[in-house]
Nanobody, 123 residues
Framework: QVQLVESGGGRVQAGGSLRLSCTGSGRTFTTYAMGWFRQAPGKEREFVAVISRDSLDTYYANSVKGRFTISRDNAKNAVYLQMNSLKPEDTAVYYC????????????????WGQGTQVTVSS
């Protein structure tokens, strides 16, 4: 079992940057693909980015491509989401999640989820 804890959320002005972190417990962290999802008020949860267990593959939602970067440090059991050029529409609770698939954008394929961290982008 993997327990995930996100951090790094906050309030930032449009055009600013934030770096989210997610740390996982357990020695099996390195066997999981790690994804970031977000959910804005009144909206469904949506996929943001995923990174394979070996960091060789990454995928991004079109809405964040070119602005967000996902990375991981398996030695630290950590995954990161660097968010640049933030927009008000990026405002949401951001969740990290772990999947036994090599990579996947479907939330149903993730077995473990963190509690979320709030990101608020003001205009």
């Amino acid at each position: 079992q993997v327990q995930l804890v996100e951090s790094g959320g906050g309030r930032v002005q449009a055009g600013g940057s934030l770096r989210l972190s997610c740390t996982g417990s357990g020695r099996t962290f390195t066997t999981y693909a790690m994804g970031w999802f977000r959910q804005a008020p009144g909206k469904e949860r949506e996929f943001v980015a995923v990174i394979s267990r070996d960091s060789l593959d990454t995928y991004y939602a079109n809405s964040v491509k070119g602005r967000f970067t996902i990375s991981r440090d398996n030695a630290k059991n950590a995954v990161y989401l660097q968010m640049n050029s933030l927009k008000p529409e990026d405002t949401a609770v951001y969740y990290c999640a772990a999947s036994s698939r090599y990579t996947t954008q479907r939330g149903n394929n993730y077995s473990y989820w963190g509690q979320g961290t709030q990101v608020t982008v003001s205009s």
